[in-house]
């Protein structure tokens, strides 16, 4: 089994390195390489120190973070310099941050074996801030002066890509004698120039001037991404000289991460801390929010108890309670996801938020009256209790009505109190659909039918 798998990974190693079959790609070798691991790890091990370097740096980058550390270990600061010399700046920053996560020590060491001109690269890179532009960018990229004829600049790329000094290139990247972003041209628009002509001559209005800055949030350049439908962005300074690219694959990560944060925060999971193999550090956030949740569950069994003679009188209660907080749980979730995305997305701004909250309660009014109808018609059928029907259809719109309102409420208000509108809001909207709806059932319960 094990040699199958190695005789795989050379074959597929080989055709890569020789460009004979394009369809191979560094993430089949990879798969191959974390089967390879669960089989035989010193086989592994020693499939790890004879891969090709420039294989080996962007295979590692795709292995799970348990192999990752692992081969961090194994490799040495040597190897592990060699390996950050052979990727693009952005992944090679992304490398040495893995590899201080696991090692502070041994990332120093790899960084002190770089070039000079790499090291101080990378060590730019880092400096921003996770959540900033310039964390995200690399600077291999195509640029031209504005000076300079097409003709010349082509040269230059064939010199570039035959070098493997640069890839996936779309644009030309046209800058001043002072490398102060003029505008960007698409290769396919500057084929159809001739190569005398220059780009200073060429640049007009109608070409591509769209940027950003290095210290710009993240997740606002995924919006121009998305605004655009752009494949790569200038990134620029305060002076508008040009620093680097983000490129859409970068931003396909960040999506990525983006979506996963949200759905463990919705969870009420801490996704950094899912990411830890230590067990009891991934139970302790856990527990931290199913103690939070037990508080709120006992709020609402206080509310029942308030009306345990009701209950005592008439027992059908007991047995409808749980769909109008299950019904009004279900409701305020569907709002409570719809609108966090809207937020994710940047479609919620000012007006739009007024015009969301009303949205979703006349939905939630819409399909209170629906359901009303629907389950005051059963628990007349069930309990041949006429006004019972009617509690609890009064209680379904009432409970409907407050999740679609806070389903839209809280996320926002979190948002504007500098939260992420991800967290804790289920947790918070499902107190008050429990609430509401032990509240208004039982007390109306209360009033009509005793």
């Given at each position: 089994m094990s040699e199958n798998i190695l005789e795989s990974i050379n074959n597929r190693v080989a055709l890569f390195n020789e460009g004979i079959d394009e369809s191979v790609h560094i993430y089949e070798?990879?798969?191959?390489?974390k089967t390879l691991h669960d089989d035989d790890e010193e086989l592994y091990a020693q499939t790890l120190e004879t891969l090709p370097h420039e294989i080996l740096a962007e295979v590692l980058l795709e292995m799970p973070q348990q192999h990752m550390e692992e081969a961090y270990e194994q490799l040495g600061a040597e190897h592990l310099a060699s390996l950050a010399s052979e990727l693009d700046t952005d992944d090679a920053a992304?490398?040495?941050?893995?590899?201080?996560?696991?090692n502070e020590e041994l990332a120093e060491e790899v960084l002190s074996k770089l070039s000079d001109d790499d090291r101080a690269t990378i060590e730019t890179l880092i400096s921003y801030e996770d959540n900033e532009a310039g964390a995200y960018m690399q600077t291999e990229l195509f640029e031209a002066r504005a000076e300079e004829s097409v003709g010349e600049s082509i040269k230059r790329l064939r010199a570039m890509k035959a070098d493997e000094l640069i890839d996936n290139v779309h644009q030309a990247f046209v800058v001043d004698k002072h490398r102060r972003?003029?505008?960007?041209?698409?290769?396919?628009?500057?084929i159809l120039h001739e190569s005398h002509e220059l780009y200073g001559d060429i640049l007009h209005d109608g070409h591509n001037t769209i940027h950003v800055h290095a210290h710009d949030d993240i997740y606002d350049v995924v919006e121009v991404f998305a605004n655009y439908n752009l494949n790569t962005l200038a990134v620029v300074d305060e002076n508008q000289i040009l620093l680097g690219r983000i490129t859409a694959d970068d931003i396909h990560d960040v999506m990525e991460e983006r979506a996963t944060e949200q759905?463990?925060?919705?969870?009420?999971?801490?996704?950094?801390?899912?990411?830890d193999e230590e067990f009891w550090s991934i139970g302790k956030t856990r527990a931290i929010w199913l103690g939070i949740n037990l508080l709120t569950a006992i709020a609402a069994s206080v509310v029942i108890g308030m009306f345990d003679a009701t209950l005592e009188a008439i027992v059908a209660l007991a047995i409808l309670m749980p769909i109008v907080a299950s019904m009004g749980g279900n409701a305020g979730t569907q709002t409570l996801t719809v609108t966090v995305r809207k937020i994710a997305l940047g479609e919620i701004e000012g007006k739009e938020a007024?015009?969301?909250v009303k949205r979703e309660v006349l939905l939630a009014l819409f399909n209170g009256f629906v359901f009303a109808i629907l389950i005051g018609a059963v628990a007349y059928l069930w309990f041949k209790i006429p006004l019972l029907g009617l509690v609890i259809a009064l209680s379904?719109?009432?409970n409907l009505f407050f999740a679609g309102f806070f389903g839209t409420i809280i996320p926002l208000g979190l948002r504007r109190a500098g939260i992420d509108p991800a967290i804790g809001s289920t947790v918070i909207l499902t107190t008050v659909t429990d609430v509401v709806g032990f509240l208004s059932f039982l007390g109306l319960a209360t009033i009509i039918l005793l």
């Open positions: 070798i990879a798969s191959l390489l992304d490398f040495i941050q893995n590899i201080e996560e696991v972003l003029i505008g960007a041209i698409l290769l396919e628009d500057l759905i463990y925060h919705m969870a009420g999971v801490n996704d950094e801390a899912e990411q007024y015009a969301t379904m719109i009432i």
